[in-house]
């Protein structure tokens, strides 16, 4: 059973760094094709992907928010972490982190984590 | 920036069916670039519905299907039930910019009348 869990903090200021750590089970990030990525939704608006890593520690990220997120692994701790500068109100959301099973274009958020809201004050 | 667009609300008395579509572009859903549904219920986490365009996952009725033609999608839910009402994504992939980008529809809401 493939489960995930993200956490980090709940209130962070504008102009601080977020980080946010997504911990598994039920799968290795060292299988072939195997892939995390982080996806936001800020309340009462829709989906948005962040950042994704697969099993070869290759990274992608969104062209919009490139420049402000790095996306890590560590294989042995079954973690996965997102950071995020220099935050902004607009920023507040909740954070999930979702498992593929296959890393390409085609691909599909197979199990998701239960979200970690995250607020952000000016 | 959603570039998949969606009908805000749809709704249906119980037992009738409803469709939610989805139109992209030549950049993502009309290049054939699959399309995944996610159903998101009230207060907790999206949970995937369709994948490649007409799969349903294990678990998921039959009264879910989904469909692809050209630049748009399609997921249809015949039979509606009140646990039906909830939030539904698309998304697929689009390459109109430099790198990877997962690009998810507005979301529509299911009522149940």
């Known amino acids: 059973q493939v489960t995930l869990t993200e956490s980090g903090p709940a209130l962070v200021k504008a102009t601080q760094t977020l980080t946010l750590t997504c911990t598994f089970s039920?799968?290795?990030?060292?299988?072939?094709?195997?892939?995390v990525s982080w996806i936001r939704q800020p309340p009462g608006k829709a989906l948005e992907w962040l950042a994704l890593?697969?099993?070869?520690?290759?990274?992608y990220y969104t062209p919009f928010l490139q420049t402000r997120l790095t996306i890590s692994k560590d294989t042995s701790k079954k973690q996965v972490v997102l950071t995020m500068t220099n935050l902004d109100p607009a920023d507040t959301a909740t954070y999930y982190c979702?498992?593929?099973?296959?890393?390409?274009?085609?691909?599909?958020?197979?199990?998701w984590g239960q979200g970690t809201l995250v607020s952000v004050s000016s | 920036q959603s570039v998949l667009t969606q009908p805000p609300s749809v709704s249906g008395a119980p037992g009738q069916g409803v469709t939610i579509s989805c139109t992209g572009s030549?950049?993502?859903?009309?290049?054939?670039?699959?399309v995944n549904w996610y159903q998101q219920l009230p207060g907790t986490a999206p949970k995937l519905l369709i994948y490649?365009?007409?799969n349903r996952p294990s678990g998921v009725p039959d009264r879910f299907s989904g469909s692809r033609s050209g630049t748009s999608a399609t997921l249809a839910i015949t039979g509606l039930q009140a646990e039906d009402e909830a939030d539904y994504y698309c998304?697929?992939?689009?390459?109109?910019?430099?790198?990877?980008?997962?690009?998810f529809g507005v979301g529509t809401r299911v009522t149940v009348l």
């Open positions: 979702a498992q593929s099973p296959n890393t390409n274009y085609d691909l599909a958020f197979t199990s």
């Open positions: 039920g799968f290795s990030l060292t299988t072939s094709g195997m892939c």
């Open positions: 890593i697969d099993w070869e520690d290759d990274k």
């Open positions: 030549s950049s993502n859903v009309g290049a054939g670039y699959d």
């Open positions: 490649g365009n007409t």
């Open positions: 998304q697929s992939y689009d390459s109109s910019l430099s790198g990877h980008n997962y690009v």
